[in-house]
């Protein structure tokens, strides 16, 4: 559960869910999916992630796609990461 923050002229705030999951099909990999969406003045914002994690130890890199979208338009785009588990 989240807030999706719009800014411009204006500010909007919308309360957006969150839905994911991660599979382990391999001791090191994992496959994370992602999404979350809500509506800010009528208009229906979106955004989508898959990336897989490769883990070692404590910490995992990852790659992945994004694509942000609000109505008709979009913004896809590379994710890139590094990470630590705590």
Known sequence: M???TV???DEYNVFSPLLG???YPGSNVSLHYQ???GYINDSYLSEHRAM???HYKRYFGQIGYQNFKANDSG???I???VGVHY
Request: proline share 5%; glycine share 24%; net charge negative.
């Open 2 to 4: 989240g807030i999706k």
């Open 7 to 9: 800014q411009g002229d």
């Open 21 to 23: 999951f991660e599979v």
């Open 35 to 37: 999404y979350s969406g």
């Open 52 to 54: 897989v994690n490769y």
């Open 75 to 77: 913004i896809p785009g």
């Open 79 to 81: 994710l890139l990461g």
